[in-house]
RNA sequence: GCGGAUGUGGCGGAAUUGGCAGACGCGCUAGACUUAGGAUCUAGUGAUUUUAUCGUGGGGGUUCAAGUCCCUUCAUCCGCACCA
């Protein structure tokens, strides 16, 4: 039995008192960058899901040190946000209080678990001399014109009179007050990612990303390709529409606009029945987008009465409604709708009676769309009928293009990054609203533009953010004409910090740059970075549009900025559901260091299963690594003077099969491994010191603080962690001999052993003159006999 | 709904990518040692009607050979843009 809880607390200290971990600034040596994300220090301080992820990376950092690297494994904190914010609002303490606590509880929880951070390193999203840095990225940003100003839909409460996130919204209610949320428009900072869409889909080319990632993140973008084409109208103004399908243009039986298309408002005093559209208008503002799309719901829709589209290709009149399946934000708004051939506008179509024209032969328009684009020939539709879908979608757009009627377009599902909060506890946004000169950047002398310190943290009752109540911040002069100007009051969303972070790491106290040349030339790209599923789409796709941007303008070196991204999967509570407080599932990652230490901790998430799927905690589970630790501490009383030859083979094996697995992510099998090794040792009744000396440096990653005690105890010098990775001779880790299956018609019948390095035809002749297989076969027509070295013998008969 | 994934013993999971299904661990059973214990050690452990047959969510297919490939179907999980 040995004593954790003392040993973890010795070698923890040693390793702060050194600085063990501590990245180098030598710029000579090969670097390694391993990167986790951030955690956000929650009230309820860290979960066992967090230690996942910085286990994994913390045993690739410590391979990698192992292997002569210079590695930088950094740790920091994404600390403003919503939940601390509502926290200080319920406990009138303030924001900054809350994360200065929520962080030393985090930041001791970390270090029990004995990571090798460097903690020299340590960030604060919401240190001035950080958000200093993002705030100077959005003024870059704002100079480039990818920040702006644009009127969007936010979630209201009509009872807290607050901007909700989605997630406060459940079932159209509030989440606290539960009283209606309805959209409210307000006047919002963009960030233009759009206009990265096609760079960010390219360059995944170019890095190593897993699959499962990259598929999301292209999926997320959307891109599509179709066309604009433009429609008139009875009222006079063109209606321009985006379809995918410009091939069935002849197929348009009716139009479609959004809701909050503009259009409505032009033709107001034409429409027939405004009062029943403004009410339709008022019930949209109810629905978010994604029930506005489900695409299973019936179909809702106003027809506007008076006003008529003409199809520019046949000169039909048709009519256009109004309805909510169709997005102001994407495409323009405004739809042709082609029943015969597209899901949602067939279902509108059926539930309003509308006309539906099969213009692609192939299916029964009236009892199921038909949107196969691989095989349908054109037919209704002029000048195209006859042609694939393919040549027509390339026919009619060259039609449209010179006729002036539309063109082709690239559309992507990707919208602009909503980019301001009416909250308290984020980044201020460093403008200057004058009533001269408009929105006007503060100069980058006067960064960090300080959060002022206020009284109240609610937002204020006309949804403004707790900041637009503080006159005397709000009230300043204009940088450019030096007239009365007022400050932006809204803050950044909590991405902006955890956009760029990992570069801050690599120069963390620079105060003139957001870090320097020399620093971000040595360490970038981040070499691997690691981190849940749940970020794939938002946080990724975030932060390399920011890494892009700052390519452009010359700041950082390379156009991606992590090199190679993995995911882990969750960690549910023993019941197999997520672990929640209402769930009463959690585990609390305290609880498992006191009563088994830091060492079985991390091997146990380590060993729980394959590190990119959800896998339950299992309490029970947790004593085969007590167990298995325990058995290696004891092996310091199992040391044999001599070898006895028996462990070598299964020594090789084992660094090759660890070695690989750290790389690969498999951690459970190089543990799984390294358990089968110990089994050896035990048959074998011991094993040498340099053999006990292979071992523990293969378990150092994993259980740092055992092996660390166990090399000061067979009296090695210095440090484990800092001596060098085993190598393993190949030569050593193959068999002479193999067992061979022997198959009747692919049934297995017979094993034999023979050496491992007999041809094909060597092995067949063996296997055929064995009794059992002459037996076997006695009688019988042999059709064909498959061999396949080291593994089997199939012999096919009749 | 859209997008991404997953499904293998009582449980967590292995399977060199088409070649012995169930490595490793948990649990369980029996035994040993015991001033008896939720400790340690040893052996066993997919199912069944046990010379064998069946078995990787269900159904179908390709192949000498399928957990792995194809078609189809069901179930579960993650994300969906103001939670992070």
Request: hydrophobic share 35%; aromatic share 10%; charged share 25%.
């Amino acid at each position: 039995m040995y004593n954790f809880t003392e040993i973890e607390q010795k070698w923890q200290k040693i390793w702060d008192d050194n600085q063990t971990f501590r990245a180098t600034d030598d710029f000579t040596k090969p670097k390694f960058m391993a990167l986790v994300e951030f955690p956000y220090p929650s009230g309820q301080g860290l979960h066992v899901g967090h230690p996942r992820s910085y286990t994994a990376l913390d045993i690739v950092a410590r391979k990698k040190r192992l292997d002569g690297y210079n590695v930088l494994y950094p740790m920091g904190w994404d600390a403003f946000g919503l939940p601390t914010e509502n926290f200080a609002i319920k406990n009138k303490i303030h924001p900054k209080t809350v994360t200065k606590n929520n962080i030393a509880n985090f930041k001791r929880q970390l270090k029990s678990l004995g990571f090798s951070f460097d903690w020299s390193r340590e960030i604060d999203t919401t240190d001035p001399n950080y958000y200093k840095w993002t705030q100077w990225i959005f003024l870059q940003l704002f100079k480039k014109g990818l920040a702006y100003k644009k009127e969007m839909a936010v979630n209201w409460c009509t009872s807290c009179k607050v901007v909700l996130a989605n997630e406060e919204v459940v079932q159209g209610a509030c989440e606290r007050c539960g009283s209606e949320v309805v959209r409210k428009v307000k006047s919002q900072w963009m960030l233009k990612i759009t206009e990265y869409a096609q760079r960010l889909i390219d360059d995944l080319d170019e890095v190593d990303y897993i699959d499962r990632v990259k598929a999301q993140q292209k999926n997320w973008i959307g891109r599509s390709t179709g066309a604009e084409v433009d429609f008139t109208t009875t009222a006079g103004e063109k209606l321009r529409v985006y379809t995918t399908r410009p091939d069935t243009l002849f197929g348009a039986t009716y139009m479609v606009i959004s809701p909050e298309h503009p259009n409505i408002e032009k033709w107001a005093d034409k429409l027939e029945n405004l009062d029943e559209i403004r009410a339709y208008q008022i019930d949209a503002t109810k629905k978010s987008d994604f029930e506005r799309t489900e695409l299973q719901k019936e179909k809702t829709g106003v027809e506007l009465k008076g006003v008529r589209a003409i199809n520019p290709v046949n000169q039909k009149e048709i009519p256009i409604f109004v309805s909510d399946y169709v997005l102001m934000s994407y495409g323009t708004g405004a739809i042709m709708a082609v029943p015969a051939h597209d899901e949602r506008d067939w279902a509108f179509a059926k539930a309003f009676n509308l006309p539906i024209i099969q213009v692609v032969a192939g299916g029964d328009v009236e009892t199921a769309p038909y949107t196969d684009v691989e095989e349908g020939i054109l037919e209704n539709s002029g000048f195209l009928n006859g042609l694939s879908v393919a040549e027509a979608k390339k026919a009619i757009i060259e039609y449209l293009e010179k006729e002036k009627l539309g063109e082709a377009k690239v559309n992507y599902k990707l919208r602009d990054w909503v980019f301001s909060r009416q909250r308290y506890w984020g980044e201020p946004i460093p403008i200057v609203h004058c009533e001269k000169c408009g929105a006007v950047a503060l100069p980058e002398s006067e960064l960090p533009l300080l959060l002022p310190e206020v009284d109240s943290y609610e937002p204020t009752d006309n949804g403004e953010s707790p900041l637009a109540n503080m006159t005397d911040w709000v009230n300043t002069t204009c940088p450019c004409c030096g007239g009365p100007a007022k400050r932006e009051t809204d803050t950044m969303p909590q991405w902006a910090g955890s956009s760029w972070y990992f570069l801050r790491y690599m120069d963390p106290h620079n105060n003139d740059a957001l870090a320097s040349k020399e620093a971000l030339e040595y360490w970038g790209p981040v070499d691997w970075y690691n981190g849940g599923m749940e970020h794939t789409t938002l946080h990724l796709l975030y932060s390399r549009f920011w890494h892009k941007f700052l390519y452009d303008i010359g700041v950082v070196p390379t156009k991606e900025p992590y090199a190679k991204r993995t995911s882990h999967g969750m960690i549910l509570g023993e019941n197999g559901e997520k672990m929640s407080k209402s769930r009463g599932n959690v585990v609390n990652p305290d609880d498992i260091v006191r009563d088994y230490g830091a060492d079985t901790m991390r091997l146990y998430e380590m060993f729980i299963g394959d590190f990119e799927k959800a896998a339950p905690w299992s309490q029970q589970g947790i004593k085969g690594c007590v167990r298995f630790l325990e058995r290696v501490y004891a092996l310091l009383d199992m040391i044999q003077e001599t070898s006895t030859g028996k462990l070598e083979k299964e020594l090789h094996k084992t660094i090759k099969k660890v070695s690989s697995d750290i790389e690969s992510l498999k951690f459970n099998t190089g543990i799984a491994s390294l358990m089968s090794l110990l089994n050896a040792i035990y048959d074998n009744r011991g094993l040498t010191k340099e053999e006990l000396k292979i071992f523990i440096t293969l378990l150092n990653p994993f259980a740092p603080h055992l092996t660390e005690e166990m090399w000061q105890l067979l009296g090695f010098d210095g440090m484990l962690n800092q001596t060098s990775w085993p190598k393993y001779d190949e030569a050593k880790t193959v068999d002479n001999e193999c067992e061979i299956v022997i198959q009747l018609n692919g049934k297995i019948k017979e094993k034999l052993v023979i050496a491992a390095n007999l041809s094909k035809e060597e092995i067949e002749k063996a296997v055929m003159e064995t009794d059992v297989v002459k037996a076997m076969i006695d009688g019988k027509t042999i059709v064909k006999v498959i061999v396949v070295p080291g593994k089997l013998v199939n012999i096919v008969v009749k």
